[in-house]
């Protein structure tokens, strides 16, 4: 079973730093698509940062110049450098890879907590 865990979410002050890790079950080269996602409490889950299908990357604008996704193949793991924390980027945080077969198949993490304070 595709599995992908998440970590390294927790508390920092407003301006502060984190970097979250995905450690998957499988090589980053199994998956068509892989990336962050974020769920604040009482709102939908967005999309923060990807690697696209065709080897781009997405970035939410709210995070565009102070979140940047990384991967190291040979750990199976995917990585979000978050830096400039605001208050507004509290949620938890999910990792995504996409594979597909004849259609796309998600897989999803648990979610670390990520909080910023003001």
């Known amino acids: 079973q595709v599995q992908l865990v998440e970590s390294g979410g927790g508390l920092v002050q407003a301006g502060g730093s984190l970097r979250l890790s995905c450690a998957a079950s499988?090589?980053?080269?199994?998956?068509?698509?892989m990336g962050w996602y974020r769920q604040a409490p009482g709102k939908q889950r967005e999309l923060v940062a990807a690697?696209?299908?065709?080897?781009?990357?997405d970035y939410a604008d709210s995070v565009k110049g102070r979140f940047t996704i990384s991967r190291d193949n040979a750990k199976n793991t995917v990585y979000l450098q978050m830096n400039s924390l605001k208050p507004e980027d509290t949620a938890v945080y999910y990792c995504?890879?996409?594979?597909?077969?004849?259609?796309?198949?998600?897989?999803w993490g648990q979610g670390t907590q990520v909080t910023v304070s003001s």
């Open positions: 499988e090589s980053l080269f199994t998956f068509n698509a």
């Open positions: 995504k890879g996409t594979i597909v077969v004849i259609t796309p198949n998600d897989y």
């Open positions: 690697y696209t299908g065709d080897g781009g990357t």
